[in-house]
């Protein structure tokens, strides 16, 4: 049996699990395409109780059972997967990816969303009918297809699923704690028939950050510092666009600074690095062309992009490099998250 079909209530040691179920929750909820579990942390903070998870990337699932003790189950468009959703949950939540949807004259509500993760996630709500729900994407929501795709949305969970929600707000990462410019299109319901009828997104918290805030605290490996030649090659792509007016390029976030949004691919840590004069043993660890920098410049630390999105540092990175940046650069904000999910469980909680 495949990783991603392994039934959900494998449970590991949980002395060695970090982050355990709590055993007296205030609320449950379901966690789907859960990633490394960013959600989970934000919600299992306030008092809740996952209650069923789902991720299909097996390296991201061997993350979230270190870390929760648990093993997503896998594919959420399988049947077989659905059929262990429980009954009676209170939350249901979700970073559902971005799809363009087949709207072929109709008028714009579940039908449109068919063969689309979307419609996954709302055929759940259909059958389940949680209390709420909690979703997130990218920016680009708000004007994909010209804005298509999220009236069709929007259309679905209020008409068809019957739903007070109110307009998606673009939260920033920035704004609750975390010095990570990451601006994304959070989305929360109710169900009509528990009465409410307003809801306020959180306020930002005023609180100042700066990247020295999740900075390494001791020297880091020569593997993160930038070859010359590799360096070299950033500095002339990036003076190619600026020679055509473009913007493109690394960018290096002074200590005082803020990142840029991490994300996954060359770029999220190219737009990303920073300045660190520590090293002290310039002999590279890996195969590189040329030599290590002596300007002191290296990539951010997948340790440092776990803070960017508000890991904790008791949060275990158990996989390689490469994919630890893929998945905190797929992964949620968790304060962001946090700051909106109380909003969202003080209105449902009696």
């Known amino acids: 049996m495949a990783v991603s079909e392994t039934v959900n209530s494998e449970i ?11 055993t007296h929750p205030k609320f449950t909820f379901i966690d789907l395409f859960a990633g490394i579990g960013g959600f989970r942390m934000a919600l299992q903070s306030l008092g809740g109780e996952c209650v069923f998870s789902s991720e299909w990337d097996e390296q991201a699932q061997k993350t979230y059972k270190a870390n929760f003790g648990e093993l997503p189950f896998g594919d959420i468009k399988k049947e077989e997967t659905k059929q262990h959703i429980p009954d009676g949950f209170d939350v249901l939540c979700g970073g559902f990816p971005c799809q363009a949807f087949s709207i072929a ?19 759940i709500i259909k059958q389940k009918q949680p209390k709420a729900f909690f979703l997130e994407n990218v920016k680009g929501l708000r004007n994909h297809e010209k804005g298509r795709t999220l009236a069709t949305i929007l259309a679905t969970l209020r008409e068809d699923l019957g739903y007070f929600v109110p307009e998606p707000q673009i939260m920033n990462a920035k704004d609750f704690g975390v010095p990570q410019n990451r601006e994304r299109i959070f989305i929360v319901g109710f169900r009509n028939d ?27 490996s020569v593997k993160y510092y930038l070859s010359t030649q590799y360096l070299s090659t950033l500095v002339n792509h990036k003076q190619r666009h600026e020679n055509k007016g473009n913007g493109f390029g690394y960018e290096i976030i002074e ?12 770029m999220g840590r190219e737009r990303n690095l920073v300045y660190d004069h520590r090293l002290t043993n310039f002999v590279p660890e890996t195969k590189i062309k040329g030599e290590v920098n002596r300007e002191g410049i290296r990539k951010m630390t997948p340790r440092e992009w776990a803070r960017l999105q508000g890991f904790p540092d008791e949060f275990k990175i158990v ?29 449902i909680l009696p």
Request: proline content about 6%.
């Open 255 to 266: 200590n005082e600074g803020i990142a840029n949004a991490i994300v996954v691919g060359g």
């Open 319 to 347: 996989v390689a490099d490469a994919s630890a940046y893929k998945q905190f650069g797929n992964s949620v904000a968790v304060p962001a998250i946090r700051a909106t999910a109380e909003k969202v469980i003080d209105k």
């Open 194 to 220: 528990l009465g409410i009828t307003s809801f306020d997104y959180p306020e930002a918290s005023k609180v100042p950050v700066a990247f020295e805030d999740v900075k390494e605290t001791e020297p880091v």
């Open 12 to 22: 590991s040691n949980v002395e060695n699990i970090p982050f355990p179920s709590i």
């Open 105 to 123: 004259g109709r008028r714009g509500g579940f039908e449109d969303t068919r063969g689309t993760l979307f419609f996954d996630v709302a055929e």
